[in-house]
């Protein structure tokens, strides 16, 4: 079964431009998470959805990030305008959440896009 | 105080001995904790979750958990040098166990042959 799908592996782009994250986390699972990591701070939760609603946000850093996830197979992070500082390696992560309670699900995390802003 | 503590690293063993893995959190209502490795340019990977006082043993990993010291360890036993990788703690954050994880900043273990 393919795990967590994550487009580009790599993208390198000018200060300003806009950029688009894809995820299509594993066939049915109902929560889906974005994280960022750099050497400084280590791997962040920016966002996370469950079955396609946002449910916290408050790791997003600024109003220049945003996230959705129209259906259960997809969903894309965009900066806009990027910034060098936003250079990072961005994770993508599912997981099946099975009662209300949540938190012992598993996480499996996609390969990882390596953004870097020049 | 960061939320989730490790000690960076890096931590070297000699192949075959035991290495110990430690973390503490802030958040006293923490329910969930979980070791994940990550291997140099891969992605995290989970390989223990604990969530009772105590010790979880699954082949040579060994998690401990102590709520009271809001403390969690990992053990890793006959250590190989494919064991080397950062070895990132995480804990669910507050009672309400909604999925969200707080990682710390890692451990980097060396196994040398």
């Known amino acids: 079964d393919a795990g967590v799908i994550q487009s580009p592996r790599h993208e390198v782009t000018e200060m300003g431009q806009e950029v688009t994250l894809r995820c299509k986390p594993i066939s049915g699972h109902n929560s889906l998470f974005w994280y960022r990591q750099t050497m400084m701070r280590g791997l962040e939760l920016l966002i996370y959805f469950n079955n396609n609603v946002p449910i916290d946000d408050s790791g997003m850093p600024e109003d220049r990030f945003s996230a959705k996830m129209p259906n259960a197979s997809f969903s894309t992070l965009k900066i806009q305008p990027s910034e060098p500082r936003d250079s990072a390696v961005y994770f993508c992560?599912?997981?099946?959440?099975?009662?209300?309670?949540?938190?012992?699900?598993?996480?499996?995390f996609g390969p990882g896009t390596r953004l870097l802003v020049l | 105080q960061k939320e989730v503590e490790q000690n960076s690293g890096p931590l070297s063993v000699p192949e075959g001995a035991i290495a110990s893995l430690n973390c503490t959190y802030s958040d006293r209502g923490s329910q969930s904790f979980f070791w994940y490795r990550q291997y140099s340019g891969k992605s995290p990977e989970l390989i223990m979750s604990?969530?009772?006082?105590g010790d979880k043993e699954d082949g040579r990993f060994t998690a401990q958990l102590n709520k009271a010291s809001q403390y969690v360890s990992l053990l890793i036993r006959d250590s190989q040098p494919s064991d080397s990788a950062t070895y990132l703690c995480a804990v669910n954050k507050g009672t309400s166990n909604t999925g969200k994880l707080i990682f710390g900043q890692g451990t980097t273990l060396q196994v040398k042959p």
């Open positions: 992560a599912s997981s099946l959440r099975m009662d209300i309670a949540g938190g012992k699900e598993t996480q499996y």
């Open positions: 604990i969530y009772s006082n």
